[in-house]
């Protein structure tokens, strides 16, 4: 398993398609339906679950109570609309295309509208996106869908045609063991945990945190499933209690290897579970359902996210990101079965409509990556000539130019703010932050944003793709020589590029963050404060000279004597001795 993963996870990733998909495909081939290397692919299902619990636990450590509490309306709101409104939009088709039952077509419908968790995270978290306002929305949602286990659990129960068993719990007994759970899970961890970890934080024994940290997410996790509740959840409710410890980082670094490893089994458990039979005979069926169920979750979640005040672009990236049926269905459909609501063939058939709907997940999301890079999204976006007349102008509100901005904005001076992403623009306006829309080195657009006046103009965009040329900034000085051009300069050539010009400011985007990192590394190392600021002066005044000669020569070796080396350090220090 581990040797196909690394292959197919591997060459996916070089495509830009994603590990998930290599995890599927590669489940796929070792599967009973190809190669036949693994016949029992629910026995590798039941132990690879434990990566969502360590997930869910992980996501816990990231949000604390306060945070949470403030993700409540979109938890309960936006939530239970989205499990409702597309359980049940689900459950209609089904029951007019397929002439299944009412029971029938609820018991696969309701599963059908909840989400792959498993999925989603991980890729929000990749993207750094998770705890963006459109990351903690999807997450709000997933988070719903977890706690609606319980009531589906509950549906199917009581439409079951077989005897109930009386040692089962009943519907109002579980929601009342899901109270009593959350409870004593968030009671032992104050209790309990939090004085272990502290116990443990003194000790210094690594391999004691990664102990308990595993036996924390098992732990809750089983107590869950003892009360036949969601482990996921109860592995969430312990990375919340901990997440105001400060062992948390601590705990996520060792639980996060096994997370990966047991989240990537249950992708090529998700791969195996695929009957390639029972699609060749049926594959226009399949992949028709699979469609409709992306379609139809993606227009209805677009206009709930919509209906909750989020912007169109936003809202069509959130219906197609949770667009797939999710692994809760494989654990839905297999009570369905037992309840004799739906046949084998059909719960076989359903399983793999919900993993063609994962497969198409990564797909879906390049889509949405060329639709937010195409300028027609900037349509109702204002431009800069509706703003108003300011003293200073940013452009490229990125992770530089807020900082840039807002340290201006301490002292009361006035900010025009310009960007040509309309993502970046939507995502600072849900901060209350005003930006337009424009191309920030078109000249006229620069007049109209008031540059004539202005005494700043501060170029703070990535340079992706060398816009920001010597040509391009040489044109801004001529035309607005009154303003202080300042320019946040890529790297050493582009500086390079740049040099002669009468620039206010112009400085590599990482050296003062590189040169204060440096400075840490020597105080670190022992070396006292009188000599971390020679180091520094020496480093920068030879850094100077360097650039000067390359500047000259054009040659980006010239000047290479002056740089520091292993054999070249300081006068008055050794060089160090190889070992």
Known sequence: MLGVALVFVTAFRRLGLGATLGYIVAGVLIGPSVLGLFRDP????????IGIALLLFIVGLELQPSRLWRLRNDIFGLGL????????????????????????????????ALSSTAQVLPMLRSENELNTPQGERAFSILLFQDLAIVPLITLLAAMSRVAPDPSAPTGWKLALYTVLAVIGLVAFGRIVLNPLFRLIGRLGERELFVVAGLFTVIGAAALMRQFSLSTALGAFVAGVVLAESPYRHELESDVEPFRSILLGLFFLSVGMLLDLRLISQRPLMVIGLAAAVILIKTILLTGLSRAFRCSWTRSFRLGLLLSQAGEFGFVLFAQATSALLITSTAASLFTAVVTISMAATPFLMRITDWLERREVSAEGLDGPELSPETSAIVVGYGRFGQTVAQMMMAKGIGVTLIDKKPGQIELAGEFGTKVYYGDGLRIDLLRTAGAETAKVIAFCNDNEGGELNRDAVKAVLKTFPQASVMVRAFDRRHLIELDGLDLSFAERELFESAVAMGRAALKASGVDRGEIERVDREYRMRDCERLERQSESGDLKAGWETSFSPDRPLPGEEAPVAS
């Open 42 to 49: 629910e026995a590798i299902l039941q132990v690879s679950e």
């Open 81 to 112: 609309a989205q499990v409702l409104v597309c359980g049940f939009a689900l459950a209609a088709l089904l029951y007019f295309s397929l002439d299944f039952t009412i029971e029938a077509s609820l018991a696969i419908g309701l599963p059908l």
